[in-house]
């Protein structure tokens, strides 16, 4: 079945330091891929998607590229700010007969110091 | 304002005692799905429902109950809840399922719950 592995947490950086988590998926066919976040007492909120191979999903300075040949889809930021503490899944989203599933990573906590 | 509501959002109950969730958008949303989140394990489907009238069981059905008796609902119901139903429940829409895997989901608050 499909799977999303995304790097342990939790993530610790300090304000303008460059940020990297890492996400690898098992699907069959074309899936889409998404990151959500997850703010303290909050719903999740898409923050970026790619829907075919070598797109780029960008958003608030978060970037990430689907990679068909490495089955990954990577978030990085350049310079983290403590409004960006979260938690960030990496999810996945197959057509056909998966009737629209979203399969989510375990998350990675994301604190962000000044 | 395009949302996805819940309620409650906490909840606190018994082992065995019957409770619902309720779950309601107002995007004229055909999908809407019901998750779980527990530590360590990110989210898991509980069951989806792709129009109305039309429900399906996810990853981890077992100890709950949907119905869609209307596009805009689509409610979760806990027969006999037990302890290891204690989690946080998210409910999740998008506009349609088939053909069309990179539709957004939008996620509910949440609803978190704790059976004594």
Redesign the interface.
């Given at each position: 079945g499909d799977s999303?592995t995304q790097m342990e947490g939790p993530v610790t950086l300090s304000e303008e330091a460059f940020l990297t988590i890492n996400c690898t998926y098992t699907a069959t066919g074309y899936?889409?891929l998404?990151w959500?976040v997850q703010y303290p007492g909050?719903?999740?909120?898409?923050l970026l998607?790619a829907?075919k191979a070598d797109d780029k999903g960008s958003n608030k300075g978060f970037e990430a590229t689907y990679r068909k040949e490495t089955t990954s889809f990577h978030l990085e930021k350049g310079s983290v700010q403590v409004s960006d503490s979260a938690v960030y899944?990496c999810a996945l989203?197959?057509?056909?007969t998966?009737?629209?599933?979203?399969t989510?990573?375990?998350?990675t906590i994301l604190t962000v110091h000044p | 304002e395009a949302q996805v509501t819940q309620n409650p959002r906490y909840l606190i109950t018994v082992t065995g005692k019957k409770l619902t969730v309720t779950c309601s958008q107002n995007m004229n949303h055909e999908y809407m799905s019901w998750y779980r989140q527990d530590p360590g394990l990110g989210l898991r489907q509980i069951y989806y429902s792709m129009n109305v009238e039309v429900t399906d069981k996810g990853d981890v059905p077992e100890g709950y109950k949907v119905s869609r008796k209307e596009k805009r609902n689509f409610p979760l119901i806990l027969e006999s809840p037990s302890p290891n139903q204690t989690s946080l429940y998210f409910c999740a829409s998008s506009l349609e399922a088939i053909r069309t895997a990179h539709n957004e989901q939008f996620f509910g608050p949440g609803t978190r719950l704790t059976v004594l």
């Open positions: 999303v899936p889409s998404f959500y909050e719903g999740l909120q898409l998607k829907t899944f989203r197959a057509g056909g998966s009737y629209g599933k979203l989510f990573g375990q998350g | -």
